[in-house]
Nanobody, 115 residues
Framework: QVQLVESGGGLVQAGGSLRLSCAYS????????MGWYRQTPGKQRELVAI???????NYADSVKGRFTISRDNAKNTVYLQMNSLKPEDTAVYYC?????????WGQGTQVTVSS
């Protein structure tokens, strides 16, 4: 079964931290680069961070130095550690392969950062 389940979101004050988790199943995710994406109402989903099978990473300029993506292949889980959160980080966060498999978006997890 192919599935993506995001968790860990919540309400946090500016400057705070959250750690998101994404449990994935299916070889389509197990053997591909994974990414975290986010979306706010009325805007397109944007890529936040990527982690490849070898462990190399890339980040959007807006989160560089504040967010860290990691993956545990044994647990089929991808994480996003978010520090120094800003109100503009408020969004629904999703994980998916990179490039994304559009058939398999999960429900996402809401992150709200208050000023």
């Amino acid at each position: 079964q192919v599935q993506l389940v995001e968790s860990g979101g919540g309400l946090v004050q500016a400057g705070g931290s959250l750690r998101l988790s994404c449990a994935y199943s299916g070889s389509i995710f197990r053997f591909n680069a994974m990414g975290w994406y986010r979306q706010t109402p009325g805007k397109q989903r944007e890529l936040v961070a990527i982690i490849r099978l070898g462990g190399s990473t890339n980040y959007a300029d807006s989160v560089k130095g504040r967010f860290t993506i990691s993956r545990d292949n044994a647990k089929n889980t991808v994480y996003l550690q978010m520090n120094s959160l800003k109100p503009e980080d408020t969004a629904v966060y999703y994980c998916n392969a990179n490039p994304p498999q559009h058939t398999y978006w999960g429900q996402g997890t809401q992150v709200t950062v208050s000023s």
